[in-house]
């Protein structure tokens, strides 16, 4: 019964993570909104970016695990090329 229980909280799709993405970035504008009445001027504002910009990397590491192995193999293939060529 745990088991299928934590089943439930697995995201498998990408099509999972865009709506936990969406949750996410919700929730980070509500508190950015709440940022911006408690600290006006430019640290509410700065607070409100930190709040939003959380959701893009949360989004980044939500879509790449749900991306196949062999597509992170072959990313990870092109990264360190990359990295050959500038260092």
Do not use: N, W
């Amino acid at each position: 019964m745990f088991r299928k229980l934590t089943r439930l909280f697995v995201i498998k799709t990408r099509i999972e993570a865009f709506a936990i993405i969406y949750a996410i970035a919700v929730g980070a504008v509500t508190r950015g909104l709440v940022y911006l009445h408690q600290y006006p001027g430019i640290s509410g504002k700065m607070l409100f970016a930190a709040c939003t910009g959380s959701v893009f990397m949360a989004g980044g590491k939500l879509l790449d695990a749900t991306r196949g192995p062999r597509h992170r193999r072959a990313s990870l293939r092109r990264v360190v090329a990359r990295a050959r060529t500038f260092g």
